[in-house]
């Protein structure tokens, strides 16, 4: 069994907080991250969201798409519209030959608004709320893994 090992571009370049690591491009990324020994690479916010060109800026590096970062609202959408919202995010893995996607409900996030505290963060109060956000991520994961792609939470 073969075990190959991708990275997130957290490393260099921060997706949430662009200030960080904005000066770093994604050539030097990639280029470290393969001399680290990596065989690929999560999506980052410096990379093309076309299949084509992304895959071409990767084989340059010997690397592959192993995954992407998604911010789902399963907790204000519906099943078929976050669906719809996630769609082209989920044909770009596919089509990149990524095998997984991180799927993350981030619904009321406070990630950038370094003021607010543990007690704005949003809650899930219930155990409905619980079992209803568990269907609704089940049923996206069931439509993804139609497509070839599986869901980590």
Partial sequence: ??????????GWTNDCMAWLGD????????SEARAAGFSGVELGRKFPRE?????????????SLVSGWYSARL??????AEI????????????CGAKV???AETTGDIVLNVAAGFSQRPKI??????KGLGQRMTE??????ERGVRMAV
């Avoid at 299949?51 to 690397?63: I, P, S, T």
């Avoid at 907790?75 to 078929?80: A, D, F, I, S, V």
């Avoid at 109060?125 to 619980?130: K, R």
């Avoid at 996206?140 to 893994?145: E, G, I, K, N």
């Fill in 125 to 130: 109060t219930s155990a409905a709320q619980w």
């Fill in 84 to 95: 719809a919202a996630m769609s082209g995010h989920l044909a770009l893995m596919k089509d």
């Fill in 51 to 63: 299949a084509r060109k992304l895959k071409a800026l990767l084989g340059r590096h010997d690397l």
């Fill in 1 to 10: 069994m073969t075990v190959r090992l991708g990275i997130n571009p957290i």
């Fill in 23 to 30: 000066f770093i491009p994604p050539e030097t990324l990639l």
């Fill in 140 to 145: 996206v994961a069931d439509h993804m893994l």
């Fill in 101 to 103: 996607m991180v799927f």
């Fill in 75 to 80: 907790l204000e959408r519906n099943t078929k």
